[in-house]
Nanobody, 123 residues
Framework: EVQLVESGGGLVQAGGSLRLSCAAS????????IGWFRQAPGKEREGVSC????????YYADSVKGRFTISTGNAKNTVYLQMNSLKPEDTAVYYC????????????????WGQGTQVTVSS
């Protein structure tokens, strides 16, 4: 059974940092792309970043480029999203997702989703 469990969300002031984790199980990690998405109230789900460890490919949305870093390592089958210089507009529920397709932030391409973790950035 595929499982994705996000953690690390919370409340932070603007300019602060958070590191989200996505612990994956139930599939061959290296064969999958892991994407991070976010959804703010009343808005559509937005692709933030993705990584595919088998070829090292990564992608960042323009809105987070230079501030967020996606990575694997440390814990097995875990993807991290380091978020620096956070802004109030980064406030959203953040989800990780997995799919066997190449690295993409198109939500419709992903078959497996975590339950989400809330990130709130105060001004």
């Amino acid at each position: 059974e595929v499982q994705l469990v996000e953690s690390g969300g919370g409340l932070v002031q603007a300019g602060g940092s958070l590191r989200l984790s996505c612990a994956a199980s139930g599939f061959t990690f290296d064969d999958y792309a892991i994407g991070w998405f976010r959804q703010a109230p009343g808005k559509e789900r937005e692709g933030v970043s993705c990584i595919r460890s088998s070829d090292g490919s990564t992608y960042y949305a323009d809105s987070v480029k230079g501030r967020f870093t996606i990575s694997t390592g440390n814990a097995k089958n875990t993807v991290y999203l380091q978020m620096n210089s956070l802004k109030p507009e980064d406030t959203a529920v953040y989800y990780c997702a997995a799919d066997s397709s190449p690295c993409t932030v198109v939500a419709a391409m992903y078959d497996y989703w975590g339950q989400g973790t809330q990130v709130t950035v105060s001004s």
